[in-house]
């Protein structure tokens, strides 16, 4: 299937999109490929070999914990917080793990292989399950990789599923990989990108269904606010990193009574700080394109839906198609980061999290407010070119520092990208292309020890407590 918008916005648990709903959805098929393959009742122990960032960051990010999860069954998507705590504290008590469900064997976090000098040749965050019967035959083997954004590839099957995708994409009614094609539809048609990025999604649902699920992402995204501006007191992992947004929530409740515009800035930073605090902690998400980035996009969204011009009276139907707008060109400008970079922190560093989200964002917001489509496609490119460069160097490899402040500060820098694009004629110097592809080159030049691996930068000057 080729990238929709419904693939690089889904629902799933923090901290970490490559780290935490990657390595459960790839566990989660292991354990479904087993029950499937009728060698489950034969099942008498487990193996888990995990390498490279998965290994080094991985119990900062939830890795492990996660990977019990899938190793039960529950997918990211639909588990709920509840049931996190609720089996993760049964695992731990009994010492026991129900394999699919169904088979107890014993196994905890402290039983898995790590690994992290080694890299497999495909990708960093590589895992490996397999499992044995009584004789300690292995039944059934596994590697996946967690490639960033949630999304995971078989060993040996990436040639098998680039074949797919490309095949996939030569169907859609306006097939793009690079912002110069996107752009050349926009031309040819006189439609806008978020208008091209539906009617490809239209293949394969109807423009109703469309709607309706990314409001329903919407959704998600501020039931994470309002769950997280409830949760006070300290983030888990040992920083002592405090929960600021309930805090800032109720001074800005009291400072700003009659939603003074100047307030904006706090508003949107409120929103960032929310999602990320709620992500830090394990909380429910909208991946958006990672989780680690979670909070530029519903941060500018809600800057579209409250702060941007002629939104004053709007009605409940304008605020949702700002929604569906704003979404679909973010998720058009998501597909070129896929396409031609990467939007994993492990492959490309934080300016494919970050710096990719903030693009997305800003080309969204663009849309929203009336750009053309060179507008937007410059709005997006500006955003990543100040975001070229970023390192992931997270402290104690939690999501905490300096992931959630980033967001704050990526969600500034892309409504200023959007509000400069509007105010040229589309023209520029450095294409989008170009950008992404200067990203994709840093990235592969950028040092290990900047690429999730929490061995450099911010993750070894500061001491953690
Ligand atoms: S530094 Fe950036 S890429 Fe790294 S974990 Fe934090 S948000 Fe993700």
């Not at 990977?67 to 049964?90: K, N, Y």
């Not at 709620?278 to 800057?303: H, K, Q, W």
Request: aromatic share 4%; with cysteine; net charge negative.
């Amino acid at each position: 299937m080729a990238v929709g918008v419904f693939d690089l916005f889904s629902i799933g648990i923090g901290p970490s999109s490559s780290h935490t709903v990657g390595p459960m959805r790839a566990a989660a098929v292991f354990a479904e490929e087993l029950k499937s393959l009728g060698k489950l009742a034969d099942a008498a122990s487990l193996r888990v070999d995990l390498y490279g960032s998965l290994a080094a960051t991985g119990h900062g990010h939830g890795t492990m914990t996660a990977i019990l999860l899938g190793l039960e069954g529950f997918h990211p998507e639909l588990i709920l917080p509840e049931e996190v705590e609720e089996r993760l504290a049964a695992i731990a008590d009994t010492g026991m793990l129900q394999l699919a469900g169904a088979v107890p064997l014993p196994y905890g976090v402290k039983d898995m292989v790590l690994c992290p000098l080694t890299i497999l040749p495909r990708h960093t965050n590589g895992m490996t399950f397999t499992v044995s019967d009584a004789d300690g035959d292995a039944l059934h083997s596994a590697t996946f990789f967690s490639v960033g954004g949630g999304f995971i590839v078989r060993d040996g099957e990436e040639d098998a599923a680039q074949r797919e995708l490309e095949e996939s994409k030569k169907e859609l009614p306006l097939p793009f990989r690079t912002a110069a094609e996107l752009l050349e539809h926009c031309r040819k048609t006189s439609l806008s990108i978020s208008e091209v990025m539906r009617i490809n999604e239209e293949d394969s649902r109807s423009e109703e269904e469309i709607r309706e699920g990314l409001l329903q992402i919407y959704s998600v995204m501020e039931g994470c606010v309002q769950v997280s501006l409830k949760r006070e007191g300290l983030l888990p992992g040992g920083l002592k990193v405090r929960r600021r947004a309930p805090d800032w929530h109720e001074r800005l409740l009291k400072e700003d009574k009659d939603r003074d515009p100047k307030y904006w800035q706090e508003w949107v930073n409120l929103i960032a700080l929310a999602v990320n605090e709620e992500n830090a902690s394990g909380g429910r998400v909208v991946t958006a394109p990672t989780n680690g980035a979670a909070g530029i996009i519903p941060a500018v969204l809600y800057y579209a839906l409250h702060f941007a011009p002629g939104m004053e009276n709007a009605t409940q139907e304008d605020r949702d198609d700002v929604v569906v707008k704003f979404l679909l060109t973010a998720a058009a400008i998501g597909v070129l980061y896929k396409e031609q970079a990467s939007i994993s922190g492990a492959e490309v560093g934080c300016q494919g999290e970050v710096g990719s989200a903030s693009s997305m964002a800003a080309a969204g917001l663009a849309e929203v407010m009336g750009g053309t489509p060179a507008q937007v496609e410059n709005a997006a490119e500006i955003a990543m070119e100040h975001n070229l460069g970023l390192t992931c160097d997270p402290i104690g490899g939690l999501v905490q520092i300096p992931c959630i402040e980033r967001n704050a500060i990526a969600a500034a820098k892309a409504i200023n990208a959007a509000k400069m694009a509007l105010w040229g004629d589309g023209s520029h110097r450095v294409s989008l292309d170009e950008v992404i592809v200067t990203m994709r080159e840093t990235g592969k030049d950028m040092s290990s020890k900047y690429k999730e691996t929490a061995m450099g930068g911010l993750a070894v000057n500061v001491v953690e407590c």
